[in-house]
């Protein structure tokens, strides 16, 4: 059974930091890129930054740029998401999940973190 467990979110001020953490398990994580997706209510989801086997990584969404780190430890099963000198726009709920581009589909979706910024 394929389990995704994010955990790190929470209410911070502008300008503030968060780290994100998703524990996987039921599938072999080393083999597999890994993503952070957020969502806001009424909005699609949609890709925050991704992160190959071997390290390389993009931060995708363009607000995120410059702030935001994807990083990954294969020995834990275990993908980061740094989150620095938050904006209210960042707002949203953030979830991990495989990356759904070259042939990989993603796996069913956990309960993801909520990531409030506001002052």
């Known amino acids: 059974q394929v389990l995704l467990v994010e955990s790190g979110g929470g209410l911070v001020k502008p300008g503030g930091s968060l780290r994100l953490s998703c524990a996987t398990s039921?599938?072999?994580?080393?083999?597999?890129?890994m993503a952070w997706y957020c969502q806001v209510p009424g909005k699609e989801r949609e890709l925050v930054a991704y992160i190959g086997r071997e390290d390389f990584s993009i931060v995708e969404k363009e607000s995120a740029k410059g702030r935001f780190t994807i990083s990954r430890d294969n020995a834990k099963s275990t993908l980061y998401l740094q989150m620095n000198n938050l904006r209210p726009e960042d707002t949203a709920v953030y979830y991990c999940n495989v990356l759904r581009r070259f042939g990989y589909t993603t796996f069913n979706w956990g309960q993801g973190t909520q990531v409030t910024v506001s002052s």
């Open positions: 039921g599938f072999s994580f080393n083999d597999v890129p």
